[in-house]
């Protein structure tokens, strides 16, 4: 591989998308000749293949730097991956390669696996094009795969009401919110004649004042829709929780960050002369989008409903992590954000996994039909546990050390304004307790074991055992050793602080 | 100098009009076809965008191919919505959003 | 005048895609709003765009809307509620309104008097198989995923 | 002393914990030995460390970036505390085995039992304020499941989730005080904070914020006024864990804390005062609580209250050996009387105290080391309650802080009334029906009532070496022997409040002695049916005087509790009122879509120049 382009190009993006091809063509031959099940797993294996191989390249590659020779083709120009894009890439396969296991037991009972698989692979890599984007119609391409994919994916499960109420909702709504953003940028279009953020950016200083903010106006709108920051979150509790728990895990682990990291690119080239304002308005986002979050949680009474509404209260952290890593010019709300993004993907991914399977076999979604689910499945309600504690940020789990960090920045800008951001993040976290501890009684206090464990409860399969048992022990691992986790997230911040240049 | 390049300020107009009446579509019209439409008169807003300054900015052919590729993902995201509507007609027998409101809180 | 006449008409279809009281008048509101923009790009110098955005625009999209729309009941059409001067719409209203406004205010301020643009067809496919080449496999990607998505969300496979 | 020693008593109960589960799935009728096993080599090894407190010693594991480093370092005043919790943990894992046989669930009691220990030994020993925070939520998060380990009871599982939320209400002011610090010196190391903001490197207002951020910590950990409420509830735990956690040891964090950070904090305006009025007032209100109590849990509980408000109190008039020392009297005479309590509700399967009487009788053993620690608790001279509690009295004169410490008297009369009471309830008198059958428990309960016994009558004469080893840790400088605590002691006036307090509180016990507990008792009523003579006279005095305090009480309980149960009905209703604004409607959702715009638009345009 000569540069970084070549090889996001024809490392990660064509594995991908011709893993998806053949995902779906060898699991329709198969599922002809001998039968559904067969299909699906041969388009599962075709998926793990495809992601881990990937993923496997990606380690192997030693790293990627930007700023170094020209591309080696002319059509390679649109990518320009550096290390923030690596470290999406590092976030986003583990995900999907646990994801995909999980789904050969959680989804076998589904028609039209191989769809699924291969949208699975699709949605992998348009989040991957996205990372690696450095144009922006690329970006907006990508951005449309991932997105098309993934309406696709939360109304898979057709049969039903829900995920199809849902799945519209997610598309009309996503689809203004891209369209939104891709005005923005074609306001930018207008003025500059130039594609390249880079050399949009060039340019955006000498503009008059007031295309350049109904840009900036459109594209964080735009994008904040995908990233589900409050008022612009509604359609996520919907889909997340219509979704089959293998997708909701993705989508809520990873989707929405990728949204947020599409804002993040483009802030960060075009944008980069108003990056204060940014910062004020991401921070003003991030403290109205965690209270409400875990305001709204707090009164869910179906579980994975209130998992979805912690999803948008985590977002607030993330957000509030870049606001003042912006504003500020802080390196710890930076770390702070991006390690968030790492540590949230695989306890919020856990959660939805221990408690899509919980779901499936006590056959409900309401609280409190689920009592003493979690004695009867053990592993599914420590799992949870683990999951739910973490995301409370409680010591010695992962979420407790990217938090820390955000509450860090907030002290060490020395303003009251970031004593108090901090002291609200910090306070949200006990309406967050309010939600999570009663889920965890509410899952093992005694209940209808004896019935649940007819069902066949007592003896989970591999494929759930397995991602299961990894995310919870990366969620501890991290929450002990959060050196580990920061090894790709470092050289993504120095990347930032390029353009920050605090 | 082209006719049709020197009329900036209608073609921003022009531009501004779709698009608010392509969000005004999305937003207060209560028929799910007509929110669909509302879509792709906003994307035609900005492959208008696209086009025009593709013209203004004397490299007509990059405009054009940016709008050929926003002109596809509409017609690709506009066939996801339809069929995401045909299922809710057999699930709801309705295409109102006024009757499509189960998922709630 | 004729390009003015143009943005005029355009901006006529879209009041009718959005006003009109038949759906089915909508979507022939969509589908003129298609074929003027599409005029309108020939007038700009850009045929390829004019030509995909009568075939997609005018013809695919309309002739999409026009088949779900068949598929959906008679009733269903003749029963879409009139337009009432509700919250919500005069609520939309104001706020597009306000949204739409700033866009143009920000259109106006921003452009420059001083333009010439050299009307030539262009090297589109130059472009589109040269520097955008990522694009237009990306687009063959879309559909791809649109096409099994629409699959997915149709699948009837050992249905009982 | 090799400093590894100082990792291997955290790190032997945690393991213990995480290999208790292991145990349960392989043999599960061995596991109470395995955790008396690991229990008995914890106490060993804190003991072994409290041998070599004296000596400077340090374990650090270099963890670079989020925590500083790892590290463990105690000295005198964290050994102690230390060895509490591992010398206590053990004997309450074998009071454990017998009196939890039979429940359900002995696996996650053992296994969070262990957790706990090891969590607390790590939080005095740790001088990492970060790393001292992760112990102190694991210790939260295990007395949360502790308190709820009845699954099936769901007072059990509310009264843990509003320990757990109380408790984080204090912890919120806790971390934005670590961090500040951090900010401001650069470093975790509480040591190192301590040499930068003696040099003058951390801001006055900085160490204010951080003061009282910590006091708040400290107020939620040791259930001090006014987010005490969670404490009394917490005896929806079982006994044993009742007498560990929330008697001896993870409630005394807080005041250690104090204890700790007081040099940093010292220097602070109105910081000591604020300890002190917390203190005093807690120690009162908690001691007014106690004498309504009729169960005999919630009495200990509101006793407990009582004592850390002393324990506070005793900080804030500067009087640190004597607040330590207090604490480690009061870990030894409160696990007593809890475990005797155990022993006594395992017997008689009630917890009112009007439902008990002439116990004495049937449980002879139990009875003796109940008065032992009764008497410690009211601090009678000789047990090692009266020299503690004398020490802190004498602090307060010596600081000239007088209405604190006629408060804290008072509070020591209301002691001996409730304390004494609670015993003569319960021992004394003819057996109630309910204790007709009881018996004395097992041997391996009554052992460790009898070495608790033992010790609060003994523990006093360690101070020598106490005082000696607390001096070394650079916080404490009094050093003082056993003749010279005596002779002291002896001559001070602190002496005769003490005294005057026993004896005030003597005739309160003797002049209530005939009000019933299970009414409340009238003023009026008393004083018309005795006539109008002195006697009459003064006994309705008394009992006016405890019929207001014991109103007070109550309304202000009820008020607190309501104020509680009120910010969480808000937060809920708050919730469901956000709920009820999504209705599903599309269109309207896509409205508020657009007011996100707008929102972006105007702060765009504030901010534009």
Redesign the interface.
Known sequence: MQTPELFWAMGLLLPLFMGAVLAYVVGKIISRTRGDRAGGLAAAAITLAAAAGVYILTLVYPHISTGGAAAAVDWLGVLEPDALSLFMVKVIFPLIILVAIYSIDYMKEDLGTDKYYALLLIMTGGMVGVAGAGDIVSLYVFFEILSISSYCLVSFRKQSWEPIEAGFKYVITNALGSTLAILGLGLLYLFSGKLSMAEIAAQVSGWPDLPVMAALVLVITGFGVKAAMVPLHFWLPDAHSAAPSGISALLSGIVIQVGFFAMLRLVLTVFAVQLQMVGLILIVFAAITMTYGNYIALAQSDIKRMLAYSSVAQMGYIILGFGVGFYYQSVNGITGGLFHIETHAFMKALAFLSAGYIIERAGTRRMAELKGAGRAMPLAGAAFAVAALGLAGIPAFSGFMSKLMIYKSGFQAGTALGVVLSSVAIANSIISLGYYLPAIHTLFSPGDAAALKQKGAASPAAAVILPVAAMALITLVLGWYPELGLGPVNPAVAEIFKVIGG | ?????????????????????????????????????????????????????????????????????????????????????????R??G?????Q?????? | MLVVLLLALMALAALGVVFSRDLLYAVISLGLLSVFTSVFFYTLGAPYASIMELSIGAGLITVLFMATISLVEERQLKGERKLKLSFLSVAGLLVTGAVALFIFTALFKGAAAEHAAVISPGPLPEILWGKRLLDVLGLGIIIFAAAIGIGALFRTEGEK | MNASIYLAQVAVPIGGAALTPLVGVLKPRLRPAFAITIGAATACLTVLALLGAGAPGRFVIPWQGALNHFSLAPDGLSAYIAAVAGVLGALILLYSYKYMEGEEGLTRYYSLVLLFIGAMIGLVTTDNLLVMYFFWETVGLCSYALIGFELHNPAAARAGLKAFVTTKFGDVGLLTGIMVLYVSAGTFNVFEIMEKAAAGEIPGATLALAGFGFLMGAVGKSAQVPLHVWLPDAMEAPTSVSALIHAATMVNAGVYLMARTYPLFSPVAGWSDAVTWVGAVTAFLAACMALYARDLKRMLAYSTVSQLGYMMFGIGVGGLLASQFHLLSHAIFKALLFLCAGAVIHEVHTRDMAEMGGLGRRMPVTGRCYLVGVLALAGVPIFNGFWSKDMLFASALHAGKLVPLALAVVTAVLTVTYSVRSYIKVFAGEPAPAAAQAEEPHPSMLFPLVLLAAGALTSWLIIGNYSADLSRSGIIHEVIGVSALVAETLHSTAFLLSLAALLLGGIMVAATRKASLAARPSAFGAWAGRGFGFDAFYLGLLNGAYAAASWIVTAYDRLTDWIGRTIITLSVSFGRLLRAQNVGDLNGNLLWLVTGVVIVIAIVWAKRG
């Open positions: 100098m082209s006719d049709a390049a020197a009329n900036w300020i209608w073609v921003s107009a022009a531009i501004a009009v779709i698009a608010g009446l392509g969000i005004y579509g999305i937003v207060a019209r209560r028929n799910l076809f007509r929110m669909l439409m509302g879509f792709t008169m906003l994307t035609k807003a900005v492959t208008l965008a696209f086009v025009y300054g593709g013209a203004y900015w004397m490299n007509p052919g990059l405009g054009q191919s940016l709008a050929i590729i926003i002109i596809v993902i509409e017609a690709a995201v506009t066939a996801v919505g339809m069929s995401m509507i045909v299922n809710i007609y699930h709801y309705a295409v109102d959003t006024s499509i409101k189960r998922l709630r809180g």
